[in-house]
T-cell receptor, first 116, second 114 residues
Framework: GDSVTQMEGPVTLSEEAFLTINCTYT??????LFWYVQYPGEGLQLLLK?????DKGSNKGFEATYRKETTSFHLEKGSVQVSDSAVYFC???????????????FGRGTSLIVHP | DSGVTQTPKHLITATGQRVTLRCSPR?????VYWYQQSLDQGLQFLIQ???????AKGNILERFSAQQFPDLHSELNLSSLELGDSALYFC?????????????FGQGTRLTVV
């Protein structure tokens, strides 16, 4: 079945440091790829997405490129801020599965801690 | 605010009990997903409903069940609770589901079984 593997955290950085969170996936079809972010005490919210190979998703200074040849979708940001401290989830949507469904499959999440 | 509402936010109950978690999706969203988030298992898909019908099942235990009502709100019923059921339960909704569709998440219900 489909799966998403992302680097274990926590990732601890100083403010203005460069961020990379690795994500690789396994899918039977040609999935869409997503990064979600979960701030403390809140639900997940979409950060960015890419729907085909070589697409780059970007939002709030974060970027990720859909690499089909390496089945990867690594998240990057050039200069992190304290306010970026959160848990980041890589996800894919593949299908349709049985019943015509598209079920988002999530990685286990990577906690990012940014110090001033 | 995602527009998805989950109640209650916190729930503490004893082993062997039964609880009901409620989710109101975003206005107009027909698809509702339930996920369980725990420290050791990450975010696990439980079940999906679409316009009142069950559409897909994931790693949902037989002690758990769900339904979606005509007004599209959904309930997740957890029975014969065990300590290991303690987790954060999320509901998400989308317009319908699709390859590129974003899922909108509620803030979750934190269930503690003692």
């Amino acid at each position: 079945g489909d799966s998403v593997t992302q680097m274990e955290g926590p990732v601890t950085l100083s403010e203005e440091a460069f961020l990379t969170i690795n994500c690789t996936y396994t899918a039977t079809g040609y999935p869409s790829l997503f990064w979600y972010v979960q701030y403390p005490g809140e639900g997940l919210q979409l950060l960015l997405k890419a729907t085909k190979a070589d697409d780059k998703g970007s939002n709030k200074g974060f970027e990720a490129t859909y690499r089909k040849e390496t089945t990867s979708f690594h998240l990057e940001k050039g200069s992190v801020q304290v306010s970026d401290s959160a848990v980041y989830f890589c996800a894919l949507s593949d299908g349709p599965g049985s019943g015509g469904s598209y079920i988002p499959t999530f990685g286990r999440g990577t906690s990012l801690i940014v110090h001033p | 605010d995602s527009g998805v509402t989950q109640t209650p936010k916190h729930l503490i109950t004893a082993t062997g009990q039964r609880v009901t978690l409620r989710c109101s999706p975003r206005s107009g969203d027909l698809s509702v997903y339930w996920y369980q988030q725990s420290l050791d298992q990450g975010l696990q898909f439980l079940i999906q409903y679409y316009n009142g019908e069950e559409r897909a099942k994931g790693n949902i235990l037989e002690r758990f069940s769900a339904q979606q009502f005509p007004d599209l709100h959904s309930e997740l019923n957890l029975s014969s609770l065990e300590l290991g059921d303690s987790a954060l339960y999320f509901c998400a909704s989308s317009v319908p589901d699709g390859l590129n569709t974003e899922a909108f998440f509620g803030q979750g219900t934190r269930l503690t079984v003692v």
